[in-house]
């Protein structure tokens, strides 16, 4: 697991403006054609691998907050563990190669900071990961788990439902693991086809007792982080693995919390409610402006930013007022969450719509390596969508 | 030349010497080996030395072709102290526990045999939903809690009530949760034997099995951070053992030096299914090393030796921040729950051997007896109190009415989401209009 992650970070970093630079020196020392030399079909867009299919936005800097300091999705998750384990001394982080930094980079330097019993590596295994820190939580230590990737949280699945979300409630709350957080990276990345793509919020919406949060952005995740690992509710917290270096901003160096179960307005507008949570967020603002420009459609932009328990009412109050809704996710469509808020707003707000709520998501295939510019939900599938209902 | 060589993997010692991890950094000349004459040591890293070099196992070579045999024919033997009939076989294991103590534990053995007639009975009457009895492994939960400090945490399965009524535990709390009356702790929300004691450092049993093997890790990790001075100990059963989440809690347990017993059940059934189809090597003792864990096998039946084990892995466990495994070995005279009936798959008459030749309860009478300690006529009145007391309660726990309904709806977070209130709104107005058709006159208003 730890090699593909480090091919896939590799994978990454060759994606970057470097490799360009790379290519042009071969170009000019004269090596033989063909060998390690950028034939002309790579300027041909189906050989070169796909740009990136958002493009991050960021927020104005924050000016309530302190001072900030400009860092990308994984600096600001540091930034937040940081914090929690300045502030709180029985905080602990663990999980499969936390120690070194973590393969995404996000526990950097916390060991030295913090000492070796406080980050440490597990053995491999996710149901212990996630039922050791229960256990930990069970005595009133701060917990914060992290699994690998999102699509390895399955083994731990049993602990997750039937154990952390049901432990205050089949004890009469005498007992509780609220101080435990899971954090896992989550989300296309471009290449990481069944296994490192996986967004896997529908499973976990379906259980009551545990709280599911999704940032956007820098800014967003390390409030949201520190919301998540001071909640007296066990928390998953899953991080867009595409954003970690892709998305930079100001985020301000002193914690700070973004509430849980709200979502946020980014954009205002009159004739359509767009819903999406994570990176997905970026793809939608985008498919505002396009309306905006190609259709004179004035959209209203939602970020969920909590899968459960959701902000129904920020959802439906905006759908009263513009009578459309389109929902997007990354993950299957069958049973993806975007089912639950459609289902929901229908019933909130059945007379108020004046065309069927739209979702646009993933297809009902795993996750494929070499389709998954055709498999996601892009800025024209949604933008096609929003059409569609619009011309109702 | 020199070779100055930073050694990537932090050396372990051997067990029962010093807990320091050794991180070896080999220079000619440097003092660190000859000081670590007791440690094994890490090979200096050179192609010219034919010893093995793997990072992952500390071993010679060897030129000869041979499987280990595993050792299933002659396991690893079974401790005890007491003979079946209760009399001690080396003095000097003799726990020598004072009267006070030995009748505690007799009396908290026989007062759990009583209370589990009762409830048994009761379930078959149709009083409560379901029961499980603990008959013949009282000595496996007594004789280990007797051998803890009462602030030690307590992850059990659901055979292990008897580690709560030797921590007093009153009977009125066992028959609440039963019944799931007002006076449940769990607020009714589990099925019967599901108890928790937050007071008692019992954590609330959850049907899915061996979940709690990690859990039970990760709070005696929690518990050495905090130099609590602390055990914890965690129970399961043979067929527990082959969860996942065993291995996953042994294995954490052992790489993060966790100060935790494991303290196995082996009945002999899992439900239905026999140790020989549970698994085929020698038992769950045996497993302990293969995790870098120390390991010991108990005569379950025999109470002191549970004592003597469980006290010596506490000790040790605090003292070293390691984990402990005990493998009790008994035999589960009872059915598996009030849902099973077990002369489906195994003889009266085998039952009929443990329960006469080889019970907990009688072989500590028997040592009462001899000590002087306990007569007939004890016996008889104890018998008769005991049962009397479990009948109050009883009646009592019958007579009490349900939690209200509301207590369906708090809990699942710590604080209610508006979502949740809506759901509890609606159900109050259905109960408002459809209410007859409810049990409501059973439930607090």
């Given at each position: 697991m730890a090699f593909v992650a480090a091919a896939a970070g590799c994978l990454l970093r060759l994606r970057a403006a470097g490799a360009e630079r790379h290519w042009r020196r071969f170009r000019g020392v004269g090596l033989a054609r063909g060998f390690l030399h950028p034939s002309a079909t790579v300027e041909d867009a189906a050989q070169r691998r796909q740009v990136a299919h958002f493009t991050f936005q960021p927020d104005p800097?924050?000016?309530?907050?302190?001072?900030?300091?400009?860092?990308?999705?994984?600096?600001?998750?540091t930034s937040a563990l940081d914090n929690s384990l300045a502030k709180?001394?029985?905080?602990?982080?663990?999980?499969?190669?936390?120690?070194?930094?973590?393969?995404?980079?996000c526990t950097v330097g916390l060991r030295d900071k913090y000492g070796k019993d406080r980050v440490f590596n597990t053995p491999l295994c996710e149901q212990g990961i996630v039922g050791f820190g229960i256990g930990i939580a069970v005595t009133g230590a701060t917990a914060i788990a992290e699994i690998q990737f999102a699509d390895y949280i399955f083994p731990a699945f049993d602990q997750i439902v039937n154990e952390a979300a049901k432990?205050?409630?089949?004890?009469?709350?005498?007992?509780?693991?609220?101080s435990l957080t899971i954090r896992s990276p989550w989300g296309c990345v471009g290449h990481g086809a069944l296994y490192h793509s996986q967004s896997p919020e529908a499973f976990f919406a379906h259980c009551p007792g545990i709280k599911v949060v999704i940032p956007r952005s820098p800014f967003q995740a390390k409030g949201l982080l520190l919301s998540c690992i001071e909640d007296k509710n066990p928390c998953i917290f899953f991080e867009p693995k595409i954003l970690y270096r892709a998305a930079a901003e100001q985020v301000p160096i002193e914690p700070y919390n973004i509430p849980l179960s709200q979502a946020e307005v980014i954009q205002e507008g009159?004739?359509?409610?767009?819903?999406?949570?994570?990176?997905?967020?970026?793809?939608?603002?985008?498919?505002?402006?396009m309306a905006k420009e190609k259709l004179g459609v004035s959209c209203e932009v939602i970020d969920l930013r909590t899968i459960i328990p959701w902000d129904v009412d920020t959802v439906c109050k905006s759908v009263i007022k513009t009578g459309r809704l389109l929902i997007s996710h990354e993950a299957p469509l069958t049973g993806g969450f975007a089912s639950e808020i459609s289902s929901?707003?229908?019933?909130?707000?059945?007379?108020?719509?004046?065309?069927?709520?739209?979702r646009v998501c993933g297809y009902d295939t795993p996750f494929p390596h070499i389709f998954e510019p055709f498999y996601i939900p892009d800025k024209w599938k949604c933008y096609d969508a929003l059409r569609k209902m619009i011309n109702y | 030349m020199a070779v100055a060589i930073a050694a990537g993997r932090v050396w372990r010692p051997n067990r029962g010497l010093s807990q320091a991890a050794v991180l070896l950094l080999w220079r000619p000349g440097a003092r660190g080996l000859a000081r670590s004459h007791r440690h094994r040591q890490q090979q200096q890293f050179s192609s010219?030395?034919?010893?093995?070099?793997?990072?992952?196992?500390?071993?010679?070579?060897i030129d000869k072709l041979e499987f280990i045999q595993p050792n299933v024919i002659s396991g690893i033997p079974i401790y005890r102290v007491m003979d079946r009939q209760g009399q001690i076989i080396n003095p000097s294991e003799d726990p020598h526990l004072p009267k006070e103590k030995v009748l505690k534990l007799y009396k908290s053995m026989t007062l759990l045999n009583t209370m589990d007639r009762i409830l048994y009975e009761s379930q078959r009457q149709g009083r409560i939903s379901f029961y499980m009895t603990n008959y013949g492994e009282e000595g496996t939960h007594v004789g280990s809690a007797a051998a803890l400090d009462n602030t030690d945490l307590v992850f059990g399965q659901y055979r292990e009530a008897g580690v709560l009524m030797y921590r007093d535990y009153p009977l009125e709390l066992f028959m609440a949760q039963c019944y799931g009356n007002i006076s449940d702790l769990g607020k009714g929300r589990q099925m019967p034997v599901h108890y928790g004691c937050k007071e008692r450092h019992f954590v609330t049993i959850s049907s899915p099995l061996a979940t709690q093997i990690p859990q039970a890790v990760g709070a005696a990790y929690a518990a050495k951070r905090a130099n609590a001075n602390r055990v914890v100990i965690c129970y399961f059963g043979e067929g527990a053992a082959s969860e996942g989440d065993a291995h996953a809690g042994f294995n954490f347990a052992a790489t993060l030096e966790c100060p935790i017993i494991f303290f196995c059940r082996n009945n002999g059934y899992a439900i239905s299914t026999p140790t020989s189809e549970q698994y085929r090597g020698d038992g769950i003792a045996a497993r302990g090393p293969g995790y870098g864990i120390m390991s010991i096998?108990?005569?379950?039946?025999?109470?002191?030796?549970?004592?003597?084990?469980?006290?010596?892995a506490r000790r040790r466990a605090v003292a070293e921040n390691q984990p402990f495994l005990i493998e009790a070995m008994t035999y589960r005279i009872g059915h598996h729950s009030t849902s099973d009936d077990s002369s489906a798959y195994r003889s009266v008459d085998e039952v009929n051997y443990w329960d006469k030749q080889d019970h907990p309860i009688s072989r500590l009478r028997h040592y009462l007896l001899s000590q002087g300690w306990w007569d007939e006529e004890q016996e008889k009145a104890w018998r008769k109190q005991s049962r009397k007391k479990v009948m109050e309660a009883f009646e009592q726990a019958e007579r009490k009415p349900k939690p209200n309904p509301n207590l369906l709806?708090?809990?699942v977070y710590q604080e209610m989401p508006a979502q949740l209130r809506k759901q509890q709104e609606s159900l109050a107005r259905h109960l408002q209009t459809y209410g007859e058709h409810y049990p409501l006159e059973h439930f607090d208003k």
């Open positions: 800097e924050p000016r309530e907050y302190g001072q900030t300091q400009k860092m990308n999705l994984f600096q600001s998750i709180d001394p029985t905080a602990v982080i663990f999980g499969e190669d936390v120690a070194f930094g973590g393969v995404f980079r432990y205050r409630y089949r004890s009469g709350d005498l007992f509780n693991c609220g009159s004739d359509v409610t767009l819903v999406a949570w994570g990176t997905q967020v970026h793809v939608i603002r985008e498919v505002a402006s929901t707003v229908q019933e909130e707000c059945f007379l108020n719509l004046e065309a069927p709520i739209s | 010219l030395d034919d010893k093995p070099q793997f990072p992952g196992a500390s071993a010679e070579f096998r108990v005569d379950g039946n025999d109470v002191f030796a549970v004592y003597n084990a469980t006290k010596e709806f708090s809990d």
